[in-house]
């Protein structure tokens, strides 16, 4: 009975009470940092900016801060910088520096400043060059192309709360919650765990300027999702990379590992996926299913593709994930159908009987880049 082994676990467990000890960062004492970010400076004058830039795996992401002293209201106003490429997989030591681009402004959540930032970078090479791993300068060109058509887009970020031993948090040591059925959209101490890390998330991401569009527990404990978007173009994807980096730095404050990846447990337990909502401006108009349906043929032809694109180990994650069973389509087979869950891409029942709207591609992991998979659907659908 899994009632009493999750709230079991959450106050008694040696392995968390460990893990409390062994996090610097849940163990501080946070009421300290108050004494600083009460004192007065002229907040005009002295402003701080977080750059925030994807490493060499194309999974996880890097920052460093830097005092500004004019308050910055585009991009542009934020100098590019350079970092150390050899410590983040994105160059060798000779050749080490590596460009950052600021290409979308946020509001800190985090710093005490009002006018603090988040100025989210692209990474070039010495040659003026992408780095490897920027798709976004590659889906920067594509949607420059197909601007006319303005492409929207909405993401679903899945993704599981884990303790230090690495199982998801508040499960049971040596054993398994009771199975799924109660956990998704739960409420209770026995359904849910740390709904207050996803609540913060929520408020930190609407304060920073992330088109945050909702949340809900998902189907396996310790398993969230929340929604970005819809949004024009380029947004939803910076969105979802500033809206990571949040649930991340709020998590660290937490002491609560948050991964990313599409398969946290094997066996039968919901995997995490980054199903992407996909529209132009003739889907969205009377009788746009046509164009729908046009876009989901295009999309039947370049399975292989779209699959190498929508994780970030060109699709070895997504094998462990995208088995045919639990809400998901066969990894080698491309399939689609009106409110069927277990296809490579959906049409909502609203936009089918709506006859407009948008598509819903769920093949992408939890951990994919979004810059590479909105390249992929901008390329298949509008640029073939
Ligand atoms: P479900 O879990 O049933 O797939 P959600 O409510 O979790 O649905 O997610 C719906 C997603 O669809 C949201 O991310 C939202 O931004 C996106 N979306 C809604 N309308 C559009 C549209 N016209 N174009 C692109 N994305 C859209
Ligand atoms: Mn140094
Ligand atoms: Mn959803
Ligand atoms: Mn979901
Ligand atoms: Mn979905």
Redesign the pocket.
């Known amino acids: 009975e899994m009632t009493g082994e999750i709230t079991r676990r959450i106050s008694t467990s040696t392995t968390r009470a460990n893990f409390l000890r062994e996090s610097p960062n849940a163990h501080l004492n946070k009421t300290l940092l108050k004494r600083y970010t009460g004192l007065k400076y002229d907040q005009n004058k002295f402003v701080q900016c977080t750059y925030l830039w994807l490493d060499g795996t194309n999974e996880h992401l890097r920052l460093k801060d830097r005092v500004l002293k004019k308050i910055p209201e585009r991009p542009e106003d934020c100098p590019n910088w350079q970092y150390d490429g050899s410590s983040t997989y994105q160059a060798l030591g000779e050749n080490s520096d590596i460009t950052l681009v600021p290409r979308a402004l946020y509001k800190d959540p985090f710093k005490a400043g009002e006018n603090d930032v988040i100025v989210l970078c692209d990474t070039y090479k010495p040659d003026g060059s992408p780095t490897d791993t920027n798709y976004r300068a590659a889906m920067q060109a594509a949607y420059d192309k197909t601007k006319d058509l303005e492409p929207?887009?909405?993401?679903?970020q899945e993704y599981t709360f884990l303790d230090v031993d690495k199982r998801p948090l508040g499960w049971p040591a040596n054993g398994f919650p009771g199975p799924q059925g109660p956990y998704y959209c739960g409420v209770g101490a026995d359904k849910v765990i740390a709904r207050d890390i996803v609540e913060a998330h929520a408020l930190a991401c609407i304060y920073a300027g992330v088109?945050f569009?909702?949340t809900?527990a998902e189907v396996m404990p310790a398993q969230w999702?929340y929604?970005?978007?819809?949004?024009l173009g380029m947004k939803?994807a910076d969105d979802l990379w500033v809206s990571r980096y949040i649930l991340w730095r709020i998590a660290e404050e937490f002491g609560v590992v948050v991964t990313f990846d599409p398969k946290p447990m094997e066996g039968n337990w919901n995997g995490a996926g980054g199903?992407t909502?996909?529209?132009t401006k003739p889907?969205?108009e009377e009788g746009g299913i046509k164009c729908i349906e046009q876009a989901i043929e295009k999309l039947s032809k370049q399975h292989k593709k779209h699959i190498q694109a929508y994780d970030p180990r060109g699709g070895k994650d997504n094998e462990r994930r995208l088995v045919g069973r639990l809400e998901t389509s066969s990894i080698d087979k491309f399939s689609w159908g009106v409110a069927d869950?277990s296809c490579s891409v959906?049409i909502?029942r609203g936009v089918a009987s709506a006859k407009k709207?948008?598509l819903?591609d769920?093949r992408p992991s939890s951990n994919m880049d979004p810059y590479s998979v909105c390249n992929a659907i901008l390329t298949t659908c509008l640029l073939d």
């Open positions: 929207w887009f909405g993401i679903e088109e569009a909702g809900n999702e929604q970005i978007g819809p949004s939803a199903h909502n996909f529209s889907m969205r869950r959906r909502p709207g948008y819903e769920r």
